[in-house]
């Protein structure tokens, strides 16, 4: 039960109940919320929010980024007028998370809401307004519009989160994830950092933390009830001062850049596989022929596409961003050729699940989603790969020589030789003004490259100092992503020009 594990924890404040006076219950609300008409929506500002307190007048309470007036409901909260009124006039996401992060306030509160909150929001660590679209522009190269979808920038997408905790778990709680299952889900624990990942739909939500100690690999993922429920098993007994280090969080519509006119962003295709390349011992590039009107060379920088199939009677979803490297590749289906770049690992159900996929077998695709903030075509850029994470470097390197000179440092890290993919050509990609790098963990005797593992002395060597203000990448595991982000800081990189893939 989700109430009796977050208030065992001590973390969280005990809700109390007070009398509330007759025809007054829970059941006589539901009537006056039933017979309320809905209102006309629209934005609230911090400004206006701070005025509706009272003592006259509307009360109103900021929620997760919705707007609320609680004037009538004042007399039927169960926790009394008194402890209501300590929120009304805020954003009172915090305090309502501290309470009863598990009650759902749209469920009881809907006909009453009043606008999305504009402006800074302290409780929305993940709220991020998204930029309105450009013009349509026209690709001189391919003859093609494209043009970003939808047409008018949509309200920012809001997630709550919250975390509880006793001696031998720590449970991450996001709220506010309408419609969501579990499949929408995955979570990954490396030594070093805890990765979640919410791919739905109407939203996609993205939470990299190198917790506070170390904790088990099999974690127990709920959803249920618009509420995604993560245990996290410690590995030592022990009452934490926080859930850990934020990497990154981040939450954003599904994007619509890459889209051709026409095309849902919400709405899956049908892929079907044509082609399956080695390209070492245990990594693919998989050619797909997509049914959608997506044209896949144009995807945007940082977009990932979800991939969905039925495995052993489960379905499974999985992100992976579209090959689309600075050097040819053959497109036997032009536009609507589809090539995903993958590595096989043995416990991996998607992984597993595509290597043993028959030609002309299918599986769903969900457009384009997430993204970054681009480079700028006069900086140097400086990319940190590990792994199969080189993918979305490919993708940065692409808009930059297809934009300006190229400039910079690409570090890509592996284990062994062998895991080395495309390496004649990223080789080529090596000029006096671009550097390509290659660092591994297990080299061989007559290996003449980097040795090791990724530190601050690396990075110093090989990526362009933080004084050019490059604009700096990383991609990898979950752990590699939090400790490059970390040794990025200590080198005094400007943190908004750092950004992490996840």
Not at 50 to 72: C, F, I, N
Not at 284 to 312: E, N, Q, R
Not at 437 to 444: F, I, T, W
Request: glycine share 6%; hydrophobic share 40%; aromatic share 6%.
């Amino acid at each position: 039960n989700p109430k009796q594990a977050i208030m065992a924890s001590g973390n969280l404040l005990a809700p109390t109940k007070v009398p509330v006076g007759t025809g007054h219950g829970l059941n006589d609300w539901i009537r006056v919320h039933s017979a309320q008409p809905r209102r006309q929506t629209r934005t609230v500002t911090m400004q206006e929010l701070a005025e509706h307190q009272g003592p006259t007048g509307e009360l109103w309470m900021a929620l997760s980024g919705k707007v609320y007036d609680v004037t009538r409901y004042v007399s039927y909260h169960p926790g009394g007028r008194a402890e209501l009124l300590r929120g009304v006039g805020t954003d009172a996401t915090p305090l309502y998370n501290q309470i009863h992060p598990w009650v759902k306030a749209e469920k009881f509160l809907e006909k009453f809401f009043v606008g999305y909150l504009s402006g800074p929001m302290r409780s929305l660590l993940i709220s991020q307004p998204m930029a309105p679209p450009p013009a349509p522009k026209r690709d001189d190269a391919d003859d093609v519009i494209s043009i970003s979808l939808p047409s008018l920038p949509p309200p920012a997408p809001t997630v709550s989160r919250t975390w509880a905790q006793s001696d031998s778990t720590a449970i991450v709680l996001l709220n506010s994830l309408k419609g969501v299952r579990r499949e929408h889900v995955n979570v990954e624990v490396t030594d070093a950092a805890v990765q979640i990942h919410v791919a739905m739909p109407a939203l996609d939500f993205q939470f990299l933390v190198a917790p506070t100690a170390a904790v088990a690999k099999e974690v127990t993922v709920t959803a249920q009830m618009d509420t995604v429920r993560i245990v996290l098993q410690k590995l030592t007994p022990a009452m934490w001062p926080t859930l850990g280090r934020v990497v990154l969080e981040r939450a954003s519509l599904p994007s619509g850049e890459a889209v051709a006119i026409g095309a849902s962003p919400t709405s899956a295709s049908r892929c079907v596989l044509t082609d399956r390349r080695p390209i070492n011992h245990d990594t693919y590039i998989y050619t797909f022929f997509s049914s959608s009107i997506i044209d896949f060379k144009k995807i945007p920088v940082g977009c990932h596409v979800v991939i969905s199939a039925d495995i052993s009677g489960t379905t499974e979803s999985r992100n992976y961003t579209v090959l689309a490297p600075p050097f040819s590749i053959e497109r036997p289906h032009g536009d609507s050729t589809l090539h995903l770049l993958v590595r096989t690992y043995p416990a991996g159900a998607m992984t597993q699940h595509l290597a043993a996929l028959p030609l002309g077998a299918s599986v769903q695709v969900l457009p384009p989603r997430g993204g970054i903030v681009g480079p700028s075509t006069d900086r140097p850029i400086g990319l940190i790969a590990g792994g199969t994470g080189l993918v979305p470097m490919l993708s940065v390197i692409r808009h930059v020589r297809a934009s300006g000179r190229l400039s910079g440092a690409l570090l890509c890290c592996f284990h062994t030789e062998e895991d080395i993919f495309l390496r004649a050509e990223l080789d080529a990609l090596a000029t006096t003004d671009f550097r390509v790098y290659y660092l591994l963990a297990a080299p061989p005797p007559e290996w003449t490259g980097l040795v090791g593992r990724i530190s601050t002395d690396i990075l110093k060597s090989t990526m362009p100092s933080p004084d050019r203000s490059p604009d700096m990448y990383v991609c990898g595991r979950p752990g590699f992503s939090a400790s490059a982000m970390a040794m990025l800081a200590a080198l005094n990189y400007p943190s908004d020009r750092c950004q992490a893939f996840l």
